[in-house]
């Protein structure tokens, strides 16, 4: 990865013009700092090394639209030691400095996957658990991969404990993003899955159905892959057909659970191009299966990748959309946390967000 970057990234000045004028709103929203810590410097799109699309204007641009935030008390690792394996959560520690240590420049990046189902082998080269643990080419771990990650999910945790509190919905601006995420795989921007974690929390603290909606315009894979098996939580995903689209491999209509989980998946694959009047039939679907499962939660995996001007996606809803879509979700009256999903038109982002919120 020796193509270099040399125009500075343009999230270095997004704030500097930031419009000031922030949208009131009546909800808790959290967000820690150190989120901003994680930014790779570049990604592998469509055969060339481009700007990291998942980059610390993201945070910037909503935090700008959304005013004041809390920061999330600390709850540790436990929660993530309930979907993530302690080998993986290590990985994700340890592989930058490792990288370091093989004397690479950049940031750490697989380039060799064992897809063809090798055996489970010890590895010690960085090279090799690279591939072990990610699942695509987009997902660099940098130097502060891990305390961003780490403080995503923490972030995730406290929108959670709002909501199981008695807050009717919380917002928390995950980032990095985690619905790409497997127990032990990064992938799509994506290294720990905070919806994911946020869904045990809540099984943890005595909840015994939880739904997770999913309306990013990627489907959510690691979350999928998560709970694939399991009957109490439903997992429901509207998103670009994968016939066409990241992540490909998963987010096929046929795939509705597993054993115990059978049904407790459902998968609305659209085309692209879709606007509010096909999304708008898909949310209709997709609510009403959430209803039927009669949650005691439900945690809505947010993505603004949706939006018309995306600069990385295909569907063309607008600005205006978003207050819609959420208050059909809002409908459903039960108690939601909301976790920041993607979301690349950084200049639009914000106010996107904001109209989503405005409309819980
Ligand atoms: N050429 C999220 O929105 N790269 N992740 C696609 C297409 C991965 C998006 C490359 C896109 C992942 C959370
Ligand atoms: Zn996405």
């Known amino acids: 990865m020796t193509v270099g970057v040399t125009a500075a990234p343009s999230w270095l000045y997004a704030s500097a013009h930031a419009d000031r004028s922030k949208v009131r709103l009546l909800m808790r929203c959290f967000w820690d700092a150190r989120?901003?810590?994680?930014?790779?410097?570049?990604?592998l799109h469509n055969g060339a090394f481009m700007p990291f699309a998942e980059h610390p204007g993201r945070p910037r641009s909503i935090l700008d639209a959304i005013g004041?935030?809390?920061?999330?008390?600390?709850q540790g690792e436990a929660p993530l030691l309930?979907?993530?394996?302690r080998d993986y959560l290590d990985f994700v520690k340890n592989a930058f400095a490792e990288w370091r240590a093989a004397g690479r420049p950049g940031d750490a990046a697989g380039y060799v996957w064992p897809v063809v189902r090798r055996r489970p082998l010890r590895l010690e080269r960085i090279d090799a658990r690279l591939g072990r643990y990610s699942m695509d080419a987009s997902t660099p771990i940098a130097e502060g991969t891990w305390d961003a990650s780490y403080w995503s999910v923490q972030t995730a945790l406290a929108a959670l404990g709002a909501v199981l509190a008695g807050e009717r919905?919380?917002?928390?601006?995950?980032?990095?993003?985690?619905?790409?995420?497997?127990?032990?795989?990064?992938?799509?921007?994506?290294?720990?899955?905070?919806?994911?974690?946020?869904?045990?929390?809540?099984?943890?603290?005595?909840?015994?159905?939880?739904?997770?909606?999913?309306?990013?315009?990627?489907?959510?894979?690691?979350?999928?892959?998560?709970?694939?098996?399991?009957?109490?939580?439903?997992?429901?995903?509207?998103?670009?057909?994968?016939?066409?689209?990241?992540?490909?491999?998963?987010?096929?209509?046929d795939e509705m659970g597993a054993g115990a989980g059978e049904g407790a998946t459902l998968n609305l694959p659209l085309p692209r191009g879709a606007d509010m009047t096909g999304f708008g039939d898909a949310l209709d679907a997709a609510l009403a299966r959430v209803a039927d499962f009669a949650p005691d939660l439900l945690l809505c995996s947010y993505g603004a990748d949706t939006?018309?001007?995306?600069?990385?996606?295909?569907?063309?809803?607008?600005?205006a959309d978003y207050a819609v879509i959420a208050r059909r979700i809002a409908a459903l009256g039960l108690p939601t946390a909301i976790?920041?999903?993607?979301?690349?038109a950084v200049d639009a982002l914000g106010a996107n967000t904001a109209a989503f919120l405005s409309g819980f």
């Open 339 to 344: 976790l920041m999903e993607g979301g690349y």
């Open 68 to 74: 004041p935030t809390e920061a999330p008390r600390d």
């Open 82 to 85: 309930r979907v993530h394996p």
């Open 307 to 319: 939006f018309s001007g995306d600069p990385i996606s295909f569907f063309r809803i607008e600005t």
């Open 169 to 253: 919905a919380a917002f928390a601006l995950c980032r990095p993003p985690g619905h790409h995420a497997g127990a032990d795989y990064a992938g799509g921007y994506c290294y720990l899955n905070a919806a994911a974690v946020a869904a045990e929390a809540a099984i943890e603290a005595g909840r015994s159905r939880v739904a997770i909606l999913d309306i990013d315009y990627h489907h959510g894979n690691g979350t999928q892959d998560i709970f694939y098996d399991r009957g109490d939580v439903l997992f429901v995903s509207i998103h670009a057909d994968p016939a066409t689209d990241y992540p490909f491999y998963w987010g096929h209509a």
């Open 35 to 43: 989120q901003l810590l994680h930014a790779p410097a570049q990604e």
